[in-house]
């Protein structure tokens, strides 16, 4: 059974700092491109940052500067450093694990950043 578990979530300041983990199980991790989405109310999910196998990485301009994913793969986690939050950063933040032929989704956490 495929499981994603988010955590880190919260309540922060504007210009303050969370990290975000996601521990998977039930996957080949280190062959998955592992990814962190966001979703706020009234508008899509977006793609902020992705983490390949191999350690490629990919920003949106967004977060560009001031997110930073990794990965562990001995212990089966990604990360996502997020630093200078904004008050637009407020999103549910959902992990994503991407195969190629599918992909799997965290339950998401909670970030608020107040003004």
């Known amino acids: 059974q495929v499981q994603l578990v988010e955590s880190g979530g919260g309540l922060v300041q504007a210009g303050g700092s969370l990290r975000l983990s996601c521990a998977a199980s039930?996957?080949?991790?280190?062959?998955?491109?592992m990814g962190w989405y966001r979703q706020a109310p009234g508008k899509q999910r977006e793609l902020v940052a992705r983490?390949?196998?191999?350690?490629?990485?990919y920003y949106a301009d967004s977060v560009k500067g001031r997110f930073a994913i990794s990965r562990d793969n001995a212990k089966n986690t990604v990360h996502l450093q997020m630093n200078s939050l904004k008050p637009e950063d407020t999103a549910v933040y959902y992990c994503?694990?991407?195969?190629?032929?599918?992909?799997?989704w965290g339950q998401g956490t909670q970030v608020t950043v107040s003004s």
């Open positions: 983490i390949t196998g191999g350690g490629g990485t």
């Open positions: 994503n694990a991407d195969f190629p032929i599918k992909m799997y």
């Open positions: 039930g996957i080949i991790f280190s062959a998955a491109a």
